[in-house]
T-cell receptor
Framework: GAVVSQHPSRVICKSGTSVKIECRSL??????MFWYRQFPKQSLMLMAT?????????EQGVEKDKFLINHASLTLSTLTVTSAHPEDSSFYIC????????????FGPGTRLLVL | DAKTTQPPSMDCAEGRAANLPCNHS???????VYWYRQIHSQGPQYIIH???NNETNEMASLIITEDRKSSTLILPHATLRDTAVYYC????????????FGQGTRLTINP
């Protein structure tokens, strides 16, 4: 299947700093990508839809100024957690749809963020 | 998108077929059934999807009832590596739409 990568896979940062997570579609172009967050023992929660060349669409309750999303190219979306706090510690996962008659959404391997 | 209902957990013996049920009684005619699984600390993995016909690929089979109100994912010969949380999701295919995850079924394959 199609490949979606994330970088870094794991990051530890101090409270108050900002962290950028990259999501890349390696063998296909993705005009739309999605960002999810997952807390321990819980399901994935959609945070936002990332649209290439335009503003992201955030789910209700997700602070757009705290979770900055940039989708500057057809293969790259970035999520920046600004002024991170311990409660932002979570597993962040991105995904993207392939198209062309076999519509399937593929997910990245995830980024584990720990804010101290 | 229609809501799905799955049992919270299931057990299956290694080498046997694992049958995971999913109820989606409010599914619309243009909604597909998707199955994903998530192994601990990894991103979800696509397994299979279908509209109304049964589907099979190298990973699994998807059986959808005639009224489309429920479906079953079948792993024909379960291995220990199939231990994961399995998610059944229904959604329309119309553009790049989001997937909304429920709680899924935690499948444990026992030796």
């Amino acid at each position: 299947g199609a490949v979606v990568s994330q970088h870094p896979s794991r990051v530890i940062c101090k409270s108050g700093t900002s962290v950028k997570i990259e999501c890349r579609s390696l063998d296909f172009q993705a005009t739309t990508m999605f960002w999810y967050r997952q807390f321990p023992k819980q399901s994935l929660m959609l945070m936002a839809t990332s649209n290439e060349g335009s503003k992201a669409t955030y789910e209700q309750g997700v602070e757009k100024d705290k979770f900055l999303i940039n989708h500057a190219s057809l293969t790259l979306s970035t999520l920046t957690v600004t002024s991170a706090h311990p409660e932002d510690s979570s597993f962040y996962i991105c995904s993207a749809w392939t198209s062309g008659g076999a519509e399937t959404q593929y997910f990245g391997p995830g980024t584990r963020l720990l804010v101290l | 998108d229609a809501k799905t209902t799955q049992p919270p957990s299931m057990d299956c013996a290694e080498g046997r077929a694992a049958n995971l049920p999913c109820n989606h009684s409010t599914i619309s005619g243009n909604e597909y059934v998707y199955w994903y699984r998530q192994i601990h600390s990894q991103g979800p993995q696509y397994i299979i999807h279908g509209l109304k016909n049964n589907e099979t690929n190298e990973m699994a089979s998807l059986i959808i009832t005639e009224d489309r109100k429920s479906s079953t994912l079948i792993l024909p010969h379960a291995t220990l590596r199939d231990t994961a949380v399995y998610y059944c999701i229904v959604r329309i295919i119309q553009g790049a739409q989001k997937l909304v995850f429920g709680q899924g079924t935690r499948l444990t394959i026992n030796p």
